[in-house]
């Protein structure tokens, strides 16, 4: 049985196209290629399949493709539909910048606590109070940021 018997053609090109690469960045894309072209092959979840069929378990599962236990159901349990779900939800995530922006308007309400000398709860409070103006700023990706507007000190004993 070769690995044309059960990989997807896609993942057998990537791998022709690594045993036929000479020079040694050429063989750094080659494995690249066929690392991506094996975590989009069908035929990881036809064999989790196929084990879990078998009466392997999921601790089974997952320390034979090195993942924890719940990492290979979030990879591979439930119907085609339900695993696309959440992989495309996974990939929606992992789009979004991981930092935080620095081109927003005001300041964090962690900065205005320590430019003020306060809490951050003494913050909030003044906002509450309304002795400091603040915004929530959503970006376009969805995340939600509270930003501080104004620092105008607020008189003793007021927050």
Do not use: C
Request: charged share 25%; hydrophobic share 40%; no cysteine.
């Amino acid at each position: 049985m070769g690995v044309e018997d059960f990989l997807s053609q896609d993942t057998v090109d990537a791998y022709a196209g690594l045993a036929e690469a000479v020079e040694p960045i050429d063989k750094l894309r080659g494995i690249r290629a066929l690392v991506a072209a094996l975590e989009a092959d069908a035929a990881s979840l036809t064999a989790v399949r196929a084990a879990l069929g078998a009466g392997e378990s999921w601790e089974d599962v997952a320390a034979a493709a090195g993942l924890s236990t719940t990492a290979a159901k979030w990879r591979w349990q439930g119907t085609d539909d339900e695993i696309e779900k959440r992989l495309e939800a996974g990939r929606k995530r992992s789009a979004r910048p991981s930092s935080k922006p620095t081109d927003l308007p005001g300041h964090s309400v962690a900065e205005a606590a320590e430019k003020l000398g306060v809490s951050v709860q003494a913050v909030y409070l003044r906002i509450t109070r309304g002795t400091l103006i603040a915004e929530t700023v959503t970006l376009d990706d969805g995340r939600s940021y509270r930003r501080v507007m104004n620092l105008s000190t607020p008189g003793p004993n007021r927050g």
